[in-house]
T-cell receptor, first 114, second 116 residues
Framework: KAGVTQTPRYLIKTRGQQVTLSCSPI?????VSWYQQTPGQGLQFLFE???????NKGNFPGRFSGRQFSNSRSEMNVSTLELGDSALYLC?????????????FGQGTRLTVV | AQTVTQSQPEMSVQEAETVTLSCTYD???????LFWYKQPPSRQMILVIR??????QNATENRFSVNFQKAAKSFSLKISDSQLGDAAMYFC?????????????FGQGTRLTINP
């Protein structure tokens, strides 16, 4: 069974640009969550999508957005990139139907903003 | 809002010895889940162990066990017979049953070094 796949693994963007990150969940999983990991702020929850609907959202500015497709794949978009957006972005998938389902993480996308 | 605190930024242990990582959390909820995740240099978060708050019995997974003290809001991880492959960042995490199914609140992490 394939794990959670995040693409690309590494990305370098210029300040002011926008970026789209992709996450393919484990087959059969309907929930996809996104996290930002930085040395200063640690791991912070961005948002969760379940069956194409945003179910939960963290405290991030509107420049951070996401969506989920009918095949459960999810994309995260960051517009008008700032230097502080440099981080490891992690995606986690789960069955999502009940709170007791385990979350499986991808290997992340390392975004560097210059 | 829930918070999770890991007071030990770094820990080290000799191979084959036992080490305990500390975690405290703050919540007003009575039902929730607690987790320990491991993040090796490959960056992929791996679930080590989980504890349901309604269960009084401490969870155990092979060499990994927890000491869950609900009243004290404490959730420590004990690693027995430490192995070189245990070297990683360890994160304690909280998940509410009330605020949506999958949001995890993480502590700042503890970097564990295993000395051969």
């Amino acid at each position: 069974k394939a794990g959670v796949t995040q693409t690309p693994r590494y990305l370098i963007k210029t300040r002011g640009q926008q970026v789209t990150l992709s996450c393919s969940p484990i087959s059969g999983h309907r929930s996809v969550s996104w996290y930002q990991q930085t040395p200063g702020q640690g791991l912070q929850f961005l948002f969760e999508y379940f069956s194409e609907t945003q179910r939960n959202k963290g405290n991030f500015p509107g420049r951070f957005s996401g969506r989920q497709f009918s095949n459960s794949r999810s994309e995260m978009n960051v517009s008008t990139l700032e230097l502080g957006d440099s981080a490891l972005y992690l995606c986690a998938s789960s069955l999502g139907g009940t709170p007791d389902t385990e979350a499986f993480f991808g290997q992340g996308t390392r975004l560097t903003v210059v | 809002a829930q918070t999770v605190t890991q007071s030990q930024p770094e820990m080290s242990v000799q191979e084959a010895e036992t080490v305990t990582l500390s975690c405290t959390y703050d919540t007003s909820e009575s039902d929730y889940y607690l987790f320990w995740y491991k993040q090796p240099p490959s960056r992929q978060m791996i679930l080590v162990i989980r504890q349901e708050a309604y269960k009084q019995q401490n969870a155990t997974e092979n060499r990994f066990s927890v000491n869950f003290q609900k009243a004290a809001k404490s959730f420590s991880l004990k690693i027995s017979d430490s192995q070189l492959g245990d070297a990683a960042m360890y994160f304690c995490a909280y998940r509410s049953l009330l605020q949506g199914a999958q949001k995890l609140v993480f502590g700042q992490g503890t970097r564990l070094t295993i000395n051969p």
